[in-house]
Nanobody
């Protein structure tokens, strides 16, 4: 079993920054690609960013390119999402997810096998 725990959410003003973290525990000897998704109230869960196990491949949703950066620290089994120039539209619950196909950067939620509980991000205008 794999557990994912997100942290780093909170309230920030528009134009500000936040860094989300996702700590992976459990079957940490396995190799995972990791992704971030978000879900705003009344909306479907949507893809934000993904990174392969070795960090060589990344994918981003168009609306976060040049503002968000995904990275990982394999030694600490942690994945990060650095979010800059936040907009009110970025308000959502952010979820991290693990994919057992290590070199894939899936943009759909169906590609992921494990999910965290989410962390709330609120952006004030």
């Amino acid at each position: 079993q794999v557990q994912l725990v997100e942290s780093g959410g909170g309230l920030v003003q528009a134009g500000g920054s936040l860094r989300l973290s996702c700590a992976v525990s459990g079957r940490t000897k396995s190799s995972y690609a990791m992704g971030w998704f978000r879900q705003a109230p009344g909306k479907e869960r949507e893809f934000v960013a993904a990174i392969s196990w070795n960090g060589d491949n990344t994918s981003y949703a168009d609306y976060v390119k040049d503002r968000f950066t995904i990275s990982r620290d394999k030694a600490k089994n942690t994945v990060f999402l650095q979010k800059n120039n936040l907009e009110p539209e970025d308000k959502a619950v952010y979820f991290c997810a693990a994919d057992l196909v290590p070199l894939r950067t899936s943009v759909t939620s169906r590609g992921y096998d494990y999910w965290g509980q989410g962390t709330q991000v609120t952006v004030s205008s």
